[in-house]
């Protein structure tokens, strides 16, 4: 496959954006640094911060979009990768600003896998129920199908992850 020209990835839950970030670093968890810095984490580990979603508690940092926007403009002007998951708020500022992006999203079919995945990880089961209840799973996939806007979509294989693409974006 030929290498696809995009520095800005949106990708769902439980692809393994995190993963791909901290065992590659041409590529940077743009979720993880929005979080860190919305909720004041600092040295948290992993499992830990994974187990945070869906109950992060107050909101330390009230400008977490400016925050995030300045660091997807640092990203985009660099020869790293920024990795992000569907936030509309961003995602309108990105599309606005004819931003590339390439979408990369869970198979219809893969639900039950992305349910294992995300308890694996250690997630709670409100976060899980909110990402994978199966009328929000199914819209999720439509709106992906149907999006005209990113540059290139990849839709995963069973058992793939971003981790498994990432030539797909950068020289091996």
Not at 36 to 54: A, V
Request: contains cysteine; proline residues 1%.
């Amino acid at each position: 496959m030929k290498k696809i020209n995009c520095n800005l990835i949106v990708a769902g839950p439980a692809t393994g954006k995190t993963f791909l970030a901290m065992h590659d670093e041409r590529f940077v968890d743009l979720d993880g640094l929005r979080a860190q810095y919305k909720y004041g984490f600092k040295d948290i580990l992993e499992l830990e911060f994974e187990r945070s979603k869906g109950n992060r508690g107050e909101v330390i940092n009230k400008d977490s979009k400016d925050y995030i926007i300045k660091k997807i403009n640092e990203v985009i002007n660099s020869s790293k990768i920024g990795l992000l998951s569907y936030h509309d708020d961003i995602l309108k500022y990105v599309e606005d600003n004819n931003i590339a992006y390439c979408l990369v999203y869970a198979s219809i079919d893969s639900r039950d896998e992305y349910i294992k995945r995300m308890k694996n990880r250690g997630n709670d089961d409100n976060f899980i129920k909110a990402m994978t209840d199966s009328d929000i799973w199914n819209d999720f996939y439509k709106k992906d199908v149907m999006n005209d806007k990113a540059i290139y979509k990849i839709e995963l294989k069973p058992d793939e992850y971003l981790f498994d693409i990432r030539s797909y974006f950068v020289e091996e």
